[in-house]
């Protein structure tokens, strides 16, 4: 199993690329959390049972991580982090409770958009691929690329 954690330490860099945060603060997130998960281990004693697993904390907070920056689905997760997709999908959301916890926000699950009645999206401008001829016609000086324009 590809340890990414490891690479991502010794490329930092790379962390803003992929996870959306700097290297820094990603890493004191990720001892928030795994502090916290090591308070509740030590509460309940029964989840300490079972072999140790070769997919390490600091492992499975970067698979959480890596979906809420891109929302791939479990089955692309589990291929990269040679896991099962049921396995995946139990970690992110084992995971995703501790971070909210750290984060603070309580109850993630009573935020909701009732009193939302109508919602409006822009798509006047949509990217489409450069074309041959008329240029001129699509090119869109604002956003400095080509778009295909519904005035």
């Given at each position: 199993m590809l340890d990414r954690y490891s690479l991502l330490e010794k490329s930092?860099?790379?962390s803003e690329k992929v996870y959306g945060l700097n290297f820094d603060i990603l890493n004191l997130l990720l001892e928030k959390v795994q502090f916290l998960y090591n308070q509740k281990l030590d509460k309940n004693p029964i989840s300490k049972r079972g072999l140790e697993a070769d997919f390490t904390f600091p492992n499975q907070f970067l698979l959480t991580m890596e979906y809420l920056k891109g929302y791939q689905t479990f089955d692309v997760l589990a291929f990269s982090y040679?896991?099962?997709?049921?396995?995946?999908?139990?970690?992110?959301h084992k995971i995703l409770e501790l971070?909210?916890?750290?984060?603070?926000?309580?109850?993630p699950k009573k935020i909701s958009y009732?009193?939302?009645?109508?919602a409006i999206i822009d798509v006047t401008c949509q990217p489409i691929e450069r074309p041959k001829k008329e240029q001129k016609d699509y090119y869109n000086s604002h956003k400095k690329s080509t778009f295909q324009k519904y005035n």
């Open positions: 930092p860099k790379l040679g896991i099962s997709k049921s396995y995946a999908n139990k970690t992110f971070l909210l916890e750290v984060i603070g926000l309580e109850n009732k009193k939302v009645k109508k």
